[in-house]
Every structure is written in C-alpha cells, then in structure tokens.
T-cell receptor
C-alpha cells in the first residue's frame, strides 16, 4: 500500500489554458473522490467515482471541469479554459467499498492560474 | 450551508499539555464522523473516526467524543507534542442525504508552544 498518489504536485498555468491532473488511488479501493481546497478552508467535494462510474458531481463542478476514471483505477481531472478563480489545491482521495470507511487523501496538486 | 463547523479557528497549547479541538455539526442524521490532520503542503491525514452508535473512541494519544444530543464532536490529544502542530478538520457523512460525500468544516489550527 503506497497510499494515494497525485501528479503533478504543482502546476502553474496561464489563464485560458487547459490542465489535467492525475490520481492513483490505493489499489484495493474502488471509490475515488476529488476535492478542492482553497487557503484557510476545508476541502470541498467535487465528484465521486465507484469503480469507473461517476456517481456524484457537485454544483461546484462547472462544465469546464471533467473527470474520468476509465478503467476503474487511476483518475484524471481536467480543467478547460482555466480562470484565476480555479487556483486551489486539488485533492484526490480513495476509500474502500464499505460504508463506514474513511477517505485517504493524496498530497494534492497545487494549481496556480496567472 | 455546510453542516460541519468548528468553534475555535486557532488553538495554542503548551507542549506536554492536553489539547481539545471542538466541532459542531448541524445534520442530526449524520452517522459517521472523521478527524483529519493537515500539515502544510500535504493532504489531510486520517486520525480517527467514530460512528454515531458510539460516544467515545480512543486511539494512540487521541480520543474522539461524540455528543449526539447537542451535535458536538471533540478531538482530545494527550501530551501534545510539537509534531501535533497542524490544522485539524472534522468531517461528517450522512449516506442517506449526502450520498457518498463527506462534508468538512473550515479547520482549527493547533500551535504547540515549547
């Protein structure tokens, strides 16, 4: 168990560019989550996958955001036409298939939009 | 609004003393609660969890207390050490109403004084 891995750790991009982040969950976890965290705030839910199916999406996830988990293992989060307001830490978490199991987080991708 | 919040945004304690971090939640149907520790530049790290059918759970140097009557959750850290300095978040889940989402509070910063 190597934990949840996220890549890249940091991303600086210019406004209007597209960015893509990758998350590799804990291998035996079938549930994968994306959260966004801004400075001084707690993580905010973006979306959730069970295996390859995207089952829940937050209203925070505008049409510029898309997430995939094509084979039920790693996931990608893409932001198109980035805006300065997208600057945040993007956290991925995974958990096992039982209801009362905690989220295990990666160390996040810090996005800065200039 | 979010269901989980914290009474105190910052807490300073002397090394060796016990720390108590509090959390209030508003959803009486929440049935699973988790405490996380987040150090600078890292993702939230799982500390301890508790289900609503319990009122106390102990881990290594940590104890979580749940008072469902007043919808209050606390994290007690015994013999606080410099390595405990971090931001602490509580999170709750209510699988009937939140789906698989976990809702986080804004966090409390714990500073351990030498």
């Amino acid at each position: 168990d190597t934990g949840v891995s996220q890549d890249p750790r940091h991303k600086i991009t210019k406004r209007g560019q597209n960015v893509t982040f990758r998350c590799d969950p804990i291998s035996e976890h079938n549930r994968l989550y994306w959260y966004r965290q801004t400075l001084g705030q707690g993580p905010e839910f973006l979306t959730y996958f069970q295996n390859e199916a995207q089952l829940e999406k937050s209203r925070l996830l505008s049409d510029r955001f898309s997430a995939e988990r094509p084979k039920g293992s790693f996931s990608t989060l893409e932001i198109q036409r980035t805006e300065q307001g997208d600057s945040a830490m993007y956290l991925c978490a995974s958990r096992s298939g039982t209801d009362y199991s905690p989220l295990h987080f990666g160390n996040g991708t810090r996005l800065t939009v200039t | 609004g979010e269901s989980v919040g914290l009474h105190l945004p910052t807490l300073s304690v002397q090394e060796g003393d016990n720390s108590i971090i509090n959390c209030a939640y508003s959803n009486s149907a929440s049935d699973y609660f988790i405490w996380y520790k987040q150090e600078s530049g890292k993702g939230p790290q799982f500390i301890i969890d508790i289900r609503s059918n319990m009122d106390k759970r102990q881990g290594q140097r940590v104890t979580v207390l749940l008072n469902k009557t007043v919808k209050h959750l606390s994290l007690q850290i015994a013999a606080t050490q410099p390595g405990d300095s971090a931001v602490y978040f509580c999170a709750d889940s209510d699988f009937d109403n939140y789906g698989q989402n976990f809702v986080f509070g804004p966090g409390t910063r714990l500073s351990v004084l030498p």
